[in-house]
């Protein structure tokens, strides 16, 4: 059984406040992409892992496909397997790889063993997780507050546009990227910003990351102007980066930029 998970890019992104847990308290909105890893499940005498294609960063055994097998083991009592993961998505990238692998191995599992989870406990099995792990339960557009776990449904909608998402030679952890940042001043909510026309995004759409990211790795700001010089009706980072993306309105713009940005073109 093979299931694809898919990235994810960040249609603004504010962090408003530091919580008394020491994370952040945050708005975005989390748009899905065609980008994608693959994940396939053998049945085995023995769990394990075998990665292929991109590498990853840290420990294997900490990934969150085994972690989302020894959750549902823990309930379930769920047999060993062998998983299979491609990996097409860069990590420390502000895709959602992993948190986007974690949440369709709950799926997998679910299908592959029959579960009958619901959608509630696939959610709640996904939140513990990860803070965005949830948002890849559904393949949708949706707001995601609070630390990055209260996800609701958004009916943005993107799907005329060219999405060219690229990346720097560059690796940037999420606590890094927080470590450097701050909450931002923001004129207006993130949705109401996002229900102003596309030619007003360039000014008013903010990822709060970038102000404190662009200063430590200059490339990032350069990588925003190409996609802009190329004709991006907006351009931003993905997340807590390295990842951008430009949204165009012209399929010739498009492969201007990916012409420029040459082998950093992901999608």
Known sequence: MIVYPHA???LGLHILQKRSDGFHQIETLLYPVELCDILEIKPSDQIRLFLYGLPIEGNPQENLCLKAWEMLRADFA?????FHLYKRIPCGAGLGGGSSDGAFTLKLLDNYFSLGLSEEQLISYAARLGS????????RPSMAT????????N????SPLHILICKPPLFISTARAYALASPGQHKYPLQETLSLPLSL??????????????????????YKETLYDSG???ASLSGSGSALYG??????AYKEGCGQLGATVLL
């Not at 965005?132 to 393949?139: E, L």
């Not at 609070?146 to 449904?153: L, P, S, V």
């Open 8 to 10: 994810k890019i960040n």
């Open 78 to 82: 769920i047999p060993p397997v062998q």
């Open 132 to 139: 965005d792990c949830p948002s890849f339960i559904f393949k």
């Open 146 to 153: 609070g630390k990055g776990d209260q996800i609701a449904h």
């Open 155 to 158: 009916h943005l909608d993107i």
């Open 201 to 222: 995004w360039r000014d008013n759409l903010i990822n709060d990351f970038e102000s404190a990211l662009f200063p430590v790795y200059p490339i990032l700001q350069k």
């Open 232 to 234: 991006a009706l907006y």
């Open 247 to 252: 949204l165009y309105d012209s399929e010739q």
